[in-house]
T-cell receptor
Framework: AQSVTQLGSHVSVSEGALVLLRCNYSSSVPPYLFWYVQYPNQGLQLLLKYTSAATLVKGINGFEAEFKKSETSFHLTKPSAHMSDAAEYFCAVSDRGGGGNKLTFGTGTQLKVEL | DAGVTQSPTHLIKTRGQQVTLRCSPISGHKSVSWYQQVLGQGPQFIFQYYEKEERGRGNFPDRFSARQFPNYSSELNVNALLLGDSALYLC????????????FGSGTRLTVV
């Protein structure tokens, strides 16, 4: 069974500061990994995905994540937070090459950006 | 192009009732998946349909069922509603079964009272 653990249900940063959202995964096979963002009362928007190409993945809105197999981690970062980044962020894992759309999500991290 | 369309956006039902939620995928997408997101939690996989056949099912009771139509739209049905079924129900579509990343709709917010 696959799973992801997001460390910290709430993260608060100042505008302009580094954003670091943590995600660790568990998978018996090489995984596909994803980060999604969810704004209030909206669906999920894909930020970025890892599918075994480059270990450093760049996404939309200045976000990036690095796949580290030795640490089973896929942490999300952004060099400088903006007020518009305030939202909930979900890490997700899926079987490499299996099962189509089945994603297993973490419990989410609520990001607060303060002036 | 229109994205994934879900209807209704909100609804309120009484315990014991039945509900049908609808999803229209992106044009050309043949796979639809359903997720349940309870407040404060991450989405949980319910079903995946591809070419009108069920291709995956999550750990949900038989009160939950779904189907996919020839035009690839989909319905999720929940019978004998419980208070715990209150959640945001998300639909995701993708071009095919092997395409992992889906595009999500904005969801249907179901409240059971």
């Amino acid at each position: 069974a696959q799973s992801v653990t997001q460390l910290g249900s709430h993260v608060s940063v100042s505008e302009g500061a580094l954003v670091l959202l943590r995600c660790n995964y568990s998978s018996s096979v090489p995984p596909y990994l994803f980060w999604y963002v969810q704004y209030p009362n909206q669906g999920l928007q894909l930020l970025l995905k890892y599918t075994s190409a480059a270990t450093l993945v760049k996404g939309i809105n200045g976000f990036e994540a690095e796949f580290k197999k030795s640490e089973t981690s896929f942490h999300l970062t952004k060099p400088s937070a903006h007020m518009s980044d305030a939202a909930e962020y979900f890490c997700a894992v899926s079987d490499r090459g299996g099962g189509g759309n089945k994603l297993t999500f973490g419990t989410g991290t609520q990001l607060k950006v303060e002036l | 192009d229109a994205g994934v369309t879900q209807s209704p956006t909100h609804l309120i039902k009484t315990r014991g009732q039945q509900v049908t939620l609808r999803c229209s995928p992106i044009s050309g997408h043949k796979s639809v998946s359903w997720y349940q997101q309870v407040l404060g939690q991450g989405p949980q996989f319910i079903f995946q349909y591809y070419e009108k056949e069920e291709r995956g099912r999550g750990n949900f009771p038989d009160r939950f069922s779904a189907r996919q139509f020839p035009n690839y739209s989909s319905e999720l049905n929940v019978n004998a509603l419980l208070l715990g079924d209150s959640a945001l129900y998300l639909c995701a579509s993708s071009p095919g079964q092997g395409k992992v990343v889906g595009t999500f709709g904005s969801g249907t917010r179901l409240t059971v009272v």
